[in-house]
């Protein structure tokens, strides 16, 4: 008969009192399990967005991510396909890599000339082949419906533009953007009517200079000289992007269309060349490898290397926000499953004094009587750990099955609803372990309290 | 050699700032094979004597030697190991670990012994045999009697092949014919397993079977009364009581009476 077996027996002695201590785990770790799949999955969401839109690496000029927003033309790479030839062929990162490809990042002024309106813009200029690749990444199996890439069969003039930036240029109606407010001119200022001719010349100015139904923009930038240059772009689609003030700024054209724009007659350039991974645990290893290059091969020209949740500080903010609630709400749980485990030992050993003092009598000594009592703690542990487990993974399974759809940071449209803990093997053993262990610790006390019992007030005890 | 000697023992509890003296100046040699009885009234001593005599509280004064050691000078584990060698105790409310089966009772001190397994059921199967519980083997105390819930406290008392049993009241919580029964099989098993009994009692008839009487009253031993071993119906001197043997000779079935201390 060990130890263990006494135990077991012995919490099987007060079933009610055992179950309902038991019950307090099963909640405490469905809670944990549930709310931390959950966070799972929105870091997974987030992560998978961001790895599709810039990739998980982009090589970079040298001090492009501190001051080239300011002045892309000046922090391009210049060498960008060497670059791209050199890791994509690299015995080490070609198992890493699904895509290498170039882009461009640039700021401007998009303007619709036809309703006079313009604003602010940041362009995005891309390979749409390699993008195509990209937006196939799914490391971790989220339920994701993308529509097909917009630029996907365009011209070199093609554009594709954020809801906001549709909006404001006006340009909802040919794009046919719904849940476009409309749209009213503030009134022109009462007065006296302009001369005819002036009216005459005026309606000339607005008629639209494009075909009926189609949409076009002006978009205008500074070329590496630094004077103005304008491309004329033809928006095939406006995107709701994740967020509002990326919605409202956003453009976005086929690469080439961009370094024109940029660099004009001049050798063409790229900001950055964009790498995405298998998976993003090979994130250090593709780091390292990249630096030996660019330390190496590819020492010729000021490189550095970014990972996408440096380019996306939002990524670590959310992910720290979801662990800092995470973590507090383990470790209420585990205060609430420590005074539970405690005051349930406490009581069964109020209750099991005598039986204390006869053991004691019979020789067993005082490690023996700790190794008991914490025995039952353990088992109440792992037991209340296992089943709370189990719970958690059907209470997800009727979630994840449940059809409830949700719209998470940084996503356009609704997505399920679903709460990750299969196959979050970490996050299950380290629930599982954290409980048995906090129920380990809550027996600590009261047992330390029946091994230090005197055997003669012990056995007095009624 | 006898299983136990106190010399000049006190025990003293502290109660509210208060000193209450429960033994003064005890002085008790306890033979071996013997069946040996403290009695006296309630509040006399007899349990607390009976606690020092089983290495389960510590005097304040004295010595106290069992089995030819000095239990005072043990560790608190050393002594563990001691009592689970030498001592058995039956309770007066028999005090079996309600979880387990009868048999697993009766193993328990065994287990603490580190008795190899195949040693260990023969052992538990002969004594359950001996205090005619074998068919109860496999049931929990409470589906027992208050009688046979004894006997497996005797069982288990004896399974580790103690030198010296202890028993307080025994048979204060059963019925008068049990509680007769009771006596005679601790009184066979004492003869057949060669060990000494200590008991705590008022039962007239736990005193008709005495070897030693010990009469305790505020907490000084009143009376020794020693009678030879009632085995085979010889007639015995009582050896070894209290101030070095100063018995004198008994007749069977009459308890000498000597000087208390």
Redesign the interface.
Known sequence: ?RTLS?AL??L??NRRRSLTTLFAMVIGAVTILIFGGYSRDITYGLQTGFVLRGGHLQIQRKDYFLYGSGNPAAYGVADYQRVADVVARDPVLAPMLTVVTPTISLGGIAGNFAAGVSRTVIGSGVVVADRIKMRQWNDYGLPMNLPAFALTGTADDAAVIGNGVARVLELCEPLAVSNCPPHTKPGVAAGASAPADVTALAALESRPATAAGEARIELLAANVHGAPNVASLRVVKAERQGFKEFDDMFVGMHLTQAQRLLYGSEKPQATAVVLQLVHTSQIAAAKARLAELLATTLKGEPLEVQDFEALNPFYGQAVGMFAAIFGFMAVLIGAIVLFTVGNTMSMAVMERT??I????????????IRRLFMGEGLLLGVIGAAAGVAAALCVAWLINHAGLTWLPPGQVDPVPLTVRVWGETRLILGTAAGLALVAVVSAWWPSRRAARM???DA?RHV | MNVVNLNQVGKTYHLDAVDVPALIGIDLEIRPNCFTVISGPSGSGKTTLL?LI?C??QPNCGEVIVAGEEVQKLS??AL??????H?G?I?Q?F?L????TVE?NV???L???RMPAAERKRRVEALLDAVGLADKARNIPGQLSGGQRQRVAIA?ALA?SPKLVLADEPTANLDSHTGAAIISLMREMQREHHVSFVFSSHDPKVLAEADDAVMIRDGRIEQIERREARAGGRHEQGAGAAEGGRGAPAQAGDLTPEAAP
């Open positions: 008969m006494l027996r012995n099987l002695r005598a039986e003092g006869t053991l004691r009598a019979m020789g067993l000594r005082r490690s023996g005197l055997i003669v056995l | 606690n089983g389960i509280d608190d584990d563990s190991d001691f009592r689970a060698r001592i105790f309770f409310n005090n670990l309600p979880v387990l697993e193993e328990y001190p287990l603490l012994s288990r580790p």
